[in-house]
């Protein structure tokens, strides 16, 4: 089946440092990825959405300086946290759509990042 | 706006006995899609069953059944014969309408903590 390869799985950085999360699609083209922010014991939020090869969508909020998102290819996405603070620790995770005659299984999801910034 | 709503902060189930999570959902839309995912405590979100808002029967993917009531808005997940693995995070969620040949980004409702006692 779709296997989206999430890395890495974790990650502890210094404060002001950056921090680049990188979502491959292994067996299928991801023309759309979502990036998604999951705090401790609480639901996932849709922090951006980007289509390859065109700038990020982000949800009302989300700082596109601070979150930058690069779709370059169908088969990967990076999540690039800049100058990230320790209120930027969080467990981030891309899922991937292929098209949309994939609708009943089409969202695949990558195994998360679990970021520390200290 | 579309809207997902999990009720049960946390459930708990004897083993081999069977369990039903609530979800309800509130859309404008006619066509839409409905998923449950189950994230164990390792963070991956695992699709369990998809029910499209066509389809004319409720979804079976296993021990696991989807409870379709349309009027009433809700997709409540069955697990039967519930195991210790069970024991998890399970989110429901809706698909928003996508743009051109695009899927839409997925709208979590909180998650219900599933316990599974032996």
């Known amino acids: 089946g779709a296997v989206v390869s999430q890395h890495p799985s974790r990650v502890i950085c210094k404060s002001g440092t950056s921090v680049k999360i990188e979502c491959r699609s292994l067996d299928f083209q991801a023309t759309t990825m979502f990036w998604y922010r999951q705090f401790p014991k609480q639901s996932l939020m849709l922090m951006a959405t980007s289509n390859e090869g065109s700038k990020a969508t982000y949800e009302q909020g989300v700082e596109k300086d601070k979150f930058l998102i690069n779709h370059a290819s169908l088969t990967l996405s990076t999540l690039t946290v800049t100058s990230a603070h320790p209120e930027d620790s969080s467990f981030y995770i891309c899922?991937?759509?292929?098209?949309?005659?994939?609708?009943?299984?089409?969202?695949?999801f990558g195994s998360g990042t679990r970021l520390t910034v200290v | 706006a579309q809207k997902i709503t999990q009720t049960q902060p946390g459930m708990f189930v004897q083993e081999k006995e069977a369990v039903t999570l609530d979800c309800t959902y509130d859309?404008?839309?006619?066509?839409?899609?409905l998923f449950w995912y189950k994230q164990p405590s390792s963070g991956e979100m695992i699709f369990l069953i998809y029910?499209?808002?066509?389809?004319?029967q409720n979804a079976t993917e296993g021990r696991y059944s989807l409870n379709f009531q349309k009027a009433r808005k809700s997709a409540n997940l069955v697990i039967s014969a519930s195991q210790l693995g069970d024991s998890a995070m399970y989110f429901c969620?809706?698909?928003?309408?996508?743009?051109?040949?695009?899927?839409?980004?997925?709208?979590f409702g909180k998650g219900t903590k599933l316990s599974v006692k032996p």
């Open positions: 969620a809706m698909r928003e309408t996508g743009y051109g040949g695009s899927q839409g980004n997925l709208i």
């Open positions: 029910q499209g808002s066509y389809d004319q």
């Open positions: 899922s991937a759509s292929a098209s949309k005659g994939q609708v009943r299984r089409g969202y695949t």
């Open positions: 859309t404008s839309d006619p066509s839409y899609g």
